[in-house]
T-cell receptor, first 114, second 118 residues
């Protein structure tokens, strides 16, 4: 039973345009969400996070939106750059007091074309 | 500051053999996690150490897997005997300890060990 799902295995966008990566979750106890970026042969790198008390968090070109009622979050990258090409993982956890275990989605491979 | 390091980067072994993976967390990080990604699927949690104690080992697949963190520094993950389905990329991550009531501290991942069991 997969609690975090990324239904799009891949996404291709043109440089300069917006990339939107989506993630759905089923466990209503999740209250902290993260996005990680992964290049080939490297480990995941933390990108941005959001707690359930917010519906938006922004960091430079990266914005994460959280819709708790829909159990859905998305990552927006504007403008997209070729260096953003990587696998993006959505992850969730039960935050405060939790062990810190992260539940990951399957990942979405983003390709940004020059 | 040095990141999380893992050794070896790759390991190819035969079914039935033993393999030991090592993880060195970021200095000062009390929390250490092991995860595994099989065949391009999701990254799955295996277990969590706080210092030398196992906080959560709910993700360990079976008793062929043994994780240790002696002295609360580096950790090892031993697979004995290895089976074909153990193939995958094993990631280690570490994070700082949190004050009570805080949200998740960022987990920093190592580059992973790619294990292939033939």
């Amino acid at each position: 039973d997969q609690q975090v799902k990324q239904n799009s295995p891949s996404l291709s966008v043109q440089e300069g345009r917006i990339s939107i990566l989506n993630c759905d979750y089923t466990n209503s106890m999740f209250d902290y969400f993260l996005w990680y970026k992964k290049y080939p042969a490297e480990g995941p790198t933390f990108l941005i996070s959001i707690s359930s008390i917010k519906d938006k968090n922004e960091d430079g070109r990266f914005t994460v939106f959280l819709n708790k009622s829909a159990k859905h979050l998305s990552l927006h990258i504007v403008p997209s750059q070729p260096g953003d090409s990587a696998v993006y993982f959505c992850a969730a956890s039960v935050g405060s007091g939790n062990t810190g275990k992260l539940i990951f989605g399957q990942g979405t491979t983003l390709q940004v074309k020059p | 500051e040095a990141g999380v390091t893992q050794f070896p980067s790759h390991s190819v072994i035969e079914k039935g053999q033993t393999v030991t993976l090592r993880c060195d967390p970021i200095s000062g990080h009390d929390n250490l996690y092991w995860y595994r990604r099989v065949m391009g699927k999701e990254i799955k949690f295996l277990l969590h150490f706080v210092k030398e104690s196992k906080q959560d080992e709910s993700g360990m697949p079976n008793n062929r897997f043994l994780a240790e963190r002696t002295g609360g520094t580096y950790s090892t993950l031993k697979v004995q005997p290895a089976e074909l389905e153990d193939s995958g990329v094993y990631f280690c991550a570490s994070s700082q300890d949190l004050p009570a009531g805080s949200y998740q501290e960022t987990q920093y991942f190592g580059p992973g060990t790619r294990l292939l069991v033939l």
